[in-house]
C-alpha cells in the first residue's frame, strides 16, 4: 500500500516573510490530517526558516535543486551535503523547467538522483513529454527513456525510495492539465517499466502527477489506479488551495 504524496513546488517565488506566513497557516489547516504525505519545497534561501516553522509537524521540506558534487568550485550551487546538514528531506531532481532553461540533461539529473541517495535524500525525479512529442505520438518512448536514464546504476532499494513526478510539459502552469485516465496510462506504464528493469521495485515507488493540479481536480487523479499523489505548482502558494488539495488525497 503506498502512501499518498502531496509536494508543492513553489519554483521562484515567495519571500521569506511569505514562505514564513505560508507555513505557519499551512500547518495548523492540515493538523489533524493523516494518510498523506505532505511536503513543501521552498526557494532554497528559505529553507532554513520554513524548517523551523515545521520542525514538530509532519510536513516535510524538499529542495528545488542541487548539484552533484560534495563541495567545491562551483560557483552559486548548493551541495547535497549541505541540504542534508539541514535536514532536508526531499530534493526535487531534473524538474522540466530545469532542463529547458539549464540545460539539464539525462546524464546530470542520474548524477544528481545519484548523489541524493548517497547522501540520503529522496529524489522527486521529474519527467514528462513536450506538447510536440505527445502530438508525434512519442510520449512513451521519451518518457521510458527519462526514467532508465535517471535511475541507472541505482539498486532496487533506492529506485524503491524515490520518487516520480509524471509531468507533461504542455500541462505545467497552462491550466490544462492531462486527463486523469491519460495521466494514469503513462504513470502505469512507467511503473511497469521500472519493475522490468528492477526487479518489481516499480510496485513500491511513488508516481505522483503534476501539471494543473487544483483543488477542484485532485479527487480525478488520485482515484486512479496507478497515481499516487501529486506535485503542485501554482497552487502550492496558497495555504488554503494546497491544503485542500491534500485533504482531497487521503
Ligand atoms: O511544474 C509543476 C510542479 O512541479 C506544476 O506546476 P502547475 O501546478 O503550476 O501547473
Redesign the pocket.
Known sequence: MRTPFIAG?W?MNLTLKESVALVEELKDLVSGVTGVEIAVCPPAVNLTRVQEVLKDTSIKVGAQNMHWEDSGAFTGELSPVMLRDIDVDYI?IG???RRQYFNETDQIVNRKVQAAHTHGLKPII?VGESLDEREEGKTRQVVKAQVKSALAGLTKDQVADSVI?Y?PIW????GKSATAEEANDVIKFIRETVNQDFDGAGDAMRIQY????KPHNIEDFIKQSDIDGA??????LKAESFAEIVKKSV
Not at 506535485?231 to 502550492?236: D, Y
Request: aromatic share 0%; glycine share 22%.
Open positions: 513546488n519554483k526535487i524538474h522540466s523547467e521529474c513526478a509531468e500541462a505545467i502552469g497552462t503534476g501539471g494543473s493540479v506535485l503542485v505548482g501554482g497552487a502550492s
